[in-house]
């Protein structure tokens, strides 16, 4: 079965463990285990962390660190270019795939690094990059992160946020709203002409955790033709830090009955966490994920569009 997994962070594995590559690795994701999983096309995301950086302009130093990271990819996608290449839009996953070859898709998880400046978001579209996760857990030029403090969960996007949402649709880049604070998310939805969409978010309630989409952000994703990736990090998965497929089904399950069969997608968050435990630790894994949400009673169809036709539809719509 084909599966786009819209969220990695094993680009940053290799920032931070030099020798490493993607051809083999200990980590979650590596092109052996891409394609036990049968990857269509994975998003390997660019995090910056800004915060390791110091003096006064970190944001600055982080839209350095990004087009290192960039670059760093793409070193790796050529060195194993027999299997994999970059994907930029829907025809490029499609001719990858005839020429027997899975797509990789940047990303950038930080949009605070565009430090104000809209020519770097055109640099970065130059780049190749064709998502942007617009805050990551700090507030940034765009807006505000999710917070369990309410009055700065309603924070909603900043001026210089809703020029780069616009911006980005016009260039054909998807706006990806995990991360971002409540307002912001609602921001978003009104102010995109495009699907928005929540690469690495589960279902608030089935675990309450402010990364977590409400029932009425899923109902409001969905009417807009987006998507959510469902994502495997125990702790946005259950409150007990502890999971199997099981859980994964549950939140696959309740996103399906509150969103419908063309909202659910997959968002791993792979080789981007340590923390709770789980029974699936690696990518190669994914069809025992895919056996357990099947038995919940879903058709071909369906494990279809949640395993990649979601994703490919609003990748050929927007970029
Ligand atoms: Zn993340």
Not at 121 to 136: A, D, K, P, S
Not at 178 to 206: I, M, T
Request: net charge negative; proline share 2%; glycine share 8%.
């Amino acid at each position: 079965m084909n599966l786009i997994d819209l969220h990695c962070d094993t680009l940053l594995k290799f920032m931070w463990e030099p020798g490493t590559n993607l051809r083999e690795n200990n980590f979650s994701i590596d092109l052996a285990k891409m394609k036990k999983a049968g990857s269509l096309a994975q998003f390997f995301a660019c995090f910056i962390f800004v915060k390791r950086f110091q003096g006064e302009d970190i944001w600055e130093q982080g839209y350095e660190h990004a087009l290192r990271m960039i670059e760093r990819g793409k070193k790796e996608f050529s060195d194993n270019a027999d299997q994999i290449a970059i994907a930029r839009n829907y025809e490029e996953i499609i001719k990858n795939k005839e020429a027997g070859k899975m797509s990789a898709i940047l990303t950038i998880e930080e949009g605070g690094i565009l430090n104000g400046k809209m020519s770097y978001l055109e640099e970065l579209y130059r780049q190749g990059i064709r998502l942007i996760t617009l805050t990551w857990n700090w507030e940034n030029c765009l807006g505000y992160p999710n917070s369990r403090e309410e009055a700065a969960m309603q924070m909603g996007l900043k001026p210089f946020g809703i020029e780069v949402v616009e911006r980005m649709n016009e260039l054909g880049m998807l706006v990806d709203v995990s991360h971002l604070s409540d307002g912001g998310f609602w921001d978003v939805l009104k102010y995109s002409k495009k699907p928005v969409v929540a690469s690495h978010s589960n279902a608030r309630a089935l675990c309450n955790h402010p990364r977590n989409l409400t029932d009425e952000m899923i109902h409001a994703l969905a009417e807009n033709g987006g998507i959510a990736g469902v994502n495997f990090y125990p702790l946005f998965v259950h409150e007990s830090n502890k999971i199997t497929t099981e859980h994964l089904a549950d939140h696959v399950e309740y996103m399906y009955r509150k969103g419908g069969e063309d909202f659910v997608a997959m968002g791993t968050d792979f080789d981007g966490f340590d923390d709770g435990e789980s029974t699936i630790t690696h990518i190669g894994q994914m069809d025992e994920v895919f056996d357990a949400i099947k038995k919940r009673g879903f058709t071909a169809s369906q494990m279809d569009k949640f395993w990649s036709g979601n994703a490919l539809r609003v990748i050929k719509e927007s970029l």
